[in-house]
């Protein structure tokens, strides 16, 4: 009886102290690394046996928030974001990059798709399609909004353009409220009912990269780090890829 006593009081002690280690890790996300997060989540707090605690958006609505004051421990966000946040103070110094994406374009699953072979063909397609969606204050609209100027078309698509919420313009292409959706690659795979149609063309791409940090004075900071060094460690390359991101 001592014995199993003894047993009993050691397992609730090793218990106590695995709780008392477990840490969960406030973590902010851009919507563009939102797909590779989910994947490796659950693999990432098994294995370590702490919890992320995740809120997605758009990079610039999480700049707001950050430079507000709000509680964190690490941060995924575009590279210009991360930089000047950590200039101001608000990210630890030195953010490690961690992928990069380039634009594509979505159609409804089962819609007619441009001719992207041809050198007029998304042209014709865009200047055609009833309705165009794309994040209003996403990291991609700058490369859009050059592509439309570059096109010779951006006065004759404003009436049809639908400048949406962080991750709404692919969800409005799957209801029917859009015909076209141009944003991340790896934000229009994940959509149901969404058929990702392809990059944009060579001449019109613009890339976006990402990096990631940990908050200036993070609650959790060795979690937080692990997990980050986990982000950028070739582990997760494949995710990457299969997300239509890459290293």
Known sequence: MKIMKSLLLVVGAFVAMSAAQAAEVRLLCSNGMKTVVEQVQAGWEKSSGHKLVIEYSSAQTLKKEIAEGKAFDAAILTVDVANELAKDGKLAAGPKLIARGGVGIGVRKGAAKPDMKSPDGLK??????????????????????????????????????????????????????????????????????????????????????FSAAMAAKPAQAGAAKQFLDYLASPAIVDVLKSKGLER
């Open 124 to 209: 014709k397609f865009l200047l055609n399609a009833k309705s165009i969606a794309y994040t209003a204050n996403g990291a991609s609209r700058p490369a859009i909004d050059k592509m439309f100027e570059k096109m010779g078309i951006a006065a004759a698509v404003k009436s049809k353009l639908q400048l949406t919420g962080p991750s709404e313009a692919p969800e409005r292409v799957a209801a029917g409220q859009a015909e076209v959706v141009l944003t991340l690659v790896s934000e229009i795979l994940p959509i149901a009912g969404v058929e990702l149609v392809g990059p944009l063309p060579a001449e019109h791409q613009g890339y976006v990269s």
